[in-house]
């Protein structure tokens, strides 16, 4: 073992075996070919056809048809893409901003009160609400609906990286490091940050499934992306009056939603086990 | 002839669901009532395992133990089930762990954990059990004993928390205790102190007791009788003035090369030497000899044939083919 | 332990004030004029002028939110642009449907999920603690709205057992309302038992391999009593901390759950509130809901003490 990197997580060799790891990637590809090739080939679905209203599932329509007369299935293939992006999108946003903000805050004690501060009073606000609220504001489109996702997960994503970031700090290597007169920035890069990553990569799935959700319950309640962009969360929303009538509205939708965040946590399990755990727990 | 007190013959001891990886091999010996076991050896060899065996603290799911005899005071422990070996912890006998700031649960006083282990076993009211716990606890040394018992583990310093695993441990007069390496996360001086507490109460009491440790300055403190253990099994065994004076296992010889010397007075002490290599992996069965690799007394046979055991010494038994002899070990002593 | 629940209810203060000062700005971070975004697209001029008037809109920013400050003190969330009542009257006309679903849920929640996760920690590796672990991921994989309506189809539609939507108030008796609650309270349990019965589990395991359970064996105690004597008190804060923690996802979930079941709660009311930009009910209701949360957490906290003795110092 490197005298600098006694504690690294090693990703170990990923056992390809494992079947509800390979499951989750296999849907998750799915749903991301899903999400490319499904709109360039079917379109959006918004074709209103006033003959087809409230169809069950039958040969034409794979998923039955809703009260516009629109095909659920193409439009449950096209919502792929909403969500895969929202996800995607932000995750790499909240890992950005809200990783930046806990190493710093985990590095720097003068930061670390101001910031935890901050992170506490985001966070007494419950997330769904805050989202509502900065999309009403800033109005909609899906640029805005990332940001409005975003902002609530950073604070919850600064606070592990904070905490992985102090128990790093305190590990004789580092104390080495320092002692040794390296300066800061070249610490934080060459030590904190590789030790990091593992728990950064699994908190990164956690945030992506959350972000999936939270875009389908805004759209859900009709704050998220407008009708005609059809994703998961408005198609449920349109199907809420037919319920009873037409329940594969919500249906088919709903399960693929569910199936893209179960893919997304189990992998996100799968990868904690395999890294290192003790980096994450904080030695009191 | 009389029983000894414990006697173990042949302990062996796996784990795994099929009992891959053998932690100890046919390890014996006998103890008497009211004597001192030191087992020795390095971390990986096995000696802790062998102790808890006889505990049964083991997940019965993934153990299997095996022995031809495994008896305490005329008690089969190999027949014991789980039920049977909670009557006898505490009782019959007891075991001290080596970190005390683990060892006691934070959440509890050390009041309740002391009469717990009292109102486990006998029937006695609550001004009884105090009493019992207060006794113990002015046996260990421990200033203030009725401040303490409303104490919480985490605001007695590393030597009082021993000392109350120590009382833990004899609050029944258990006859065998099993300590643990209790020493090993001490410091000197608190060391020295709990060792001669353990000496006192085993006068007072009469407790036999096996000593686990991988401190040879410990075992010259307090052992009566010592069994060195390598790579799971037994290696040499005799009274410690034997083994410390005519070392028989190329292994033995290594660990007593390796503790430092001090000698007021005298230039140079003796330089330290260490035993190269390392444990053999986990499980993987050797031929021959396990230590042959890294003994320096080696002779082509000991790879070839696991070795006998062979009596260097009336009551000092060795299992090695080219034991050391004692004009052997002079001669070493003076040419390093 | 005096020192620590004062600093405790200290550290309430910067929290309570960054709160108050992030829903403040939510309607001043916005591109456009907020007057002319609470009046709505089809304002006239006069419409948007006299609401800036009302909302003081037109003073300095700073003198805004003094007044905003010493109103929400005073407990003078103001009054709803939509429908003139006063804010405080709509918060208190909504609040007790949610506030027993929030209470039906957490009782439902930490009644299964406690044991099962203590249970599943027991019996680790075995198939009842797969099950479990499976069962809490797709627990809080599945969205809210997803499992209500699977539940409203089976046990309402189906089975008839229960409404399909809608609220029975206390007054009209307690039987009616709770089960007018059930179903939306099941609902939100699947995803908060799911929280609550890993982190049981997972830190259950943890103390079960911990040094003081082998002495407690050591010692001659059975399996039972070390479960229940020894490891127990072990799990209280970790368990407790994400009560505390899930409670805000529990919140969250309520807002769904009352669109999908048609309750009239407070959830429905901030919905309603911000989709009709009625910025004062929006303001009046997220800073009670965030009140909620930071009572909680506080209680939390203090409840620390009780679980680890090491705390009252």
């Given at each position: ?284 | ?183 090993t996360a001490l410091d000197v001086t608190v060391q020295a102190q709990i060792l001669w507490l353990l000496g006192e109460l085993q006068r007072e009491f009469g407790t036999a007791i096996i000593f686990i440790t991988h401190d040879l300055g410990v075992v010259a403190e307090i052992g009566d009788e010592v069994a060195v253990m390598y790579a799971g099994t037994l290696v040499e065994k005799g009274s410690a003035l034997d083994i410390f004076d005519h ?90 | ?297 506080l209680l939390v906290d203090l409840s620390y003490a009780l679980f680890d003795p090491r705390v009252r110092q």
């Amino acid at each position: 073992m490197s005298a600098t990197s006694v504690a690294a997580p090693s990703l170990r060799r990923p056992e390809w075996l494992n079947l509800s790891a390979s499951l989750s990637l296999s849907f998750l590809f799915i749903i991301f070919v899903m999400a490319i090739l499904g709109p360039m080939f079917l379109g959006n679905g918004n074709e209103l056809n006033s003959t087809m209203r409230l169809k069950p599932p039958s040969a034409e329509a794979w998923f039955g048809t809703d009260n516009l007369g629109r095909d659920v299935f193409v439009r449950t293939v096209s919502g792929a893409r909403n969500s895969v992006v929202v996800g995607l999108c932000t995750a790499v946003l909240v890992l950005l901003i809200g990783g930046l903000l806990g190493v710093i805050a985990g590095y720097f004690r003068w930061a670390d009160m101001v910031l935890m501060r901050f992170a506490d009073g985001l966070m007494a606000i419950p997330g769904i609400l805050l989202a509502i609220a900065l999309v009403s504001i800033l109005g909609g489109g899906l640029v805005t609906v990332i940001i409005a996702i975003s902002v609530p997960e950073i604070p919850r994503t600064a606070r592990l990286l904070r905490s992985v970031v102090l128990t790093i700090r305190e590990l004789p290597f580092v104390m080495a490091s320092v002692s040794l007169g390296s300066s800061t920035p070249k610490i934080i890069v060459q030590h904190i940050l590789p030790n990091a990553v593992g728990a950064l990569m699994v908190q990164t799935t956690y945030v992506c499934a959350a972000a999936v959700l939270s875009e389908a319950a805004l759209s859900f309640l009709g704050v998220g992306t407008p009708p005609d962009v059809p994703s998961w969360g408005n198609v449920i929303a349109s199907g809420k009056d037919y319920f009873r009538l037409a329940p594969w509205i919500i249906a088919f939708p709903g399960i693929m939603l569910s199936i893209l965040v179960l893919s997304i946590n189990i992998l996100g399990d799968q990868l904690r086990d395999q890294l290192d755990p003790r980096l994450t727990k904080r030695r009191p | 002839m009389t029983q000894p007190f414990l006697s173990v013959r042949n302990l062996s001891v796996s784990f795994g669901p099929n009992g891959e990886a053998q932690v100890v091999r046919n390890v014996s010996f006998d103890l008497e009532a009211g004597k001192t076991l030191c087992i020795v050896g390095e971390s990986g060899s096995g000696k802790s395992v062998t102790a808890t065996s006889l505990m049964g603290l083991h997940p019965a799911a993934s153990t299997h133990i095996t022995a031809d005899r495994m008896e305490l005071d005329g008690i089969d422990l190999l027949s014991c089930d789980e039920a049977r070996f909670a009557q006898l912890r505490g009782t019959k006998m007891a075991m001290i762990f080596q970190d005390p700031m683990s060892s006691l649960n934070p959440a509890l006083t050390i009041g309740f954990q002391l009469r717990e282990a009292v109102f486990l076993h006998e029937n006695l009211s609550r001004e009884e059990q105090d009493a019992r716990v207060l006794d113990v606890l002015r046996r260990v040394r421990i200033p203030d004993a009725e401040r303490r018992m409303t104490s919480y583990p985490h605001e007695l310093s590393g030597g009082m928390r021993q000392r109350v695993m120590i009382a833990m441990a004899l609050i029944c007069r258990p006859k065998l205790l099993i300590a643990d390496e209790p020493t090993t996360a001490l410091d000197v001086t608190v060391q020295a102190q709990i060792l001669w507490l353990l000496g006192e109460l085993q006068r007072e009491f009469g407790t036999a007791i096996i000593f686990i440790t991988h401190d040879l300055g410990v075992v010259a403190e307090i052992g009566d009788e010592v069994a060195v253990m390598y790579a799971g099994t037994l290696v040499e065994k005799g009274s410690a003035l034997d083994i410390f004076d005519h070392p028989a296992h190329g292994y033995t010889a290594g660990l007593l090369s390796a503790t430092a010397e001090f000698h007021p007075g005298k230039a140079a002490s003796k330089r330290l030497v260490e035993i190269p290599g390392s444990l053999p992996q986990f499980g993987h069965r050797v031929q021959g000899c396990a230590f042959a690799d890294r003994c320096a007394y080696v002779a082509p046979t000991c790879r070839e044939r696991t070795p006998e055991w062979r009596e260097v010494h009336p009551k000092h038994v060795a299992s090695c083919d080219q034991p050391i002899g004692p004009h052997v070990a002079e001669h070493q002593e003076h040419s390093i | 332990m005096q020192s620590f629940i004062i600093k405790r209810l200290l550290s309430v203060i910067p929290v309570v004030f960054i709160v108050l000062t992030t829903v403040f700005l939510l309607l001043h971070i916005g591109p456009g004029d907020p007057a002319a975004l609470i009046a709505g697209e089809n304002a006239s001029r006069t419409q948007i002028e006299e609401i800036r008037q009302r909302l003081m809109l037109d003073r300095p920013l700073l003198e805004q939110f003094l007044i905003y400050l010493r109103n929400v003190t005073s407990l003078n969330f103001g009054e709803s642009v939509y429908s003139g009542f006063p804010v405080g009257m709509l918060i208190l006309q909504r609040v007790e449907p949610t506030a027993l679903l929030a209470l039906y849920t957490m009782t439902i929640s930490v009644l299964i999920s406690i044991p099962m996760g203590v249970w599943a920690a027991w019996r680790a590796g075995t198939t009842l603690d797969r099950t479990l672990v499976i069962a809490s991921v797709i627990g809080f994989s599945v969205p809210v709205f997803v499992i209500g309506y699977a539940l409203v189809d089976l046990f309402a539609l189906r089975l008839r057992w229960f409404p399909v939507q809608g609220y029975k108030p206390l007054s009209g008796g307690f039987l009616a309302s709770v089960t007018s609650l059930t179903l939306p309270a099941v609902t939100l349990a699947f995803l908060f038992s799911a929280l609550l019965a890993r982190i049981t589990r997972a830190t259950m395991l943890e103390v079960l391999s911990e040094d003081y359970i082998r002495t407690a064996r050591a010692k001659g105690a059975r399996n039972g009593r070390v479960l229940i004597v020894h490891a127990l008190k072990n799990i209280g804060v970790p368990v407790v901390t994400v009560i505390g923690t899930s409670f805000a996802a529990l919140l969250g979930g309520v807002v769904i759950t009352e669109s999908v079941f048609n309750i009239p709660g407070m959830g429905r009311l901030t919905v309603d509130a911000i989709l009709n930009r009625d910025y004062p009910v929006v303001q009046g209701v997220l800073i009670t809901f965030s009140f909620v949360l930071i009572g909680i957490n506080l209680l939390v906290d203090l409840s620390y003490a009780l679980f680890d003795p090491r705390v009252r110092q």
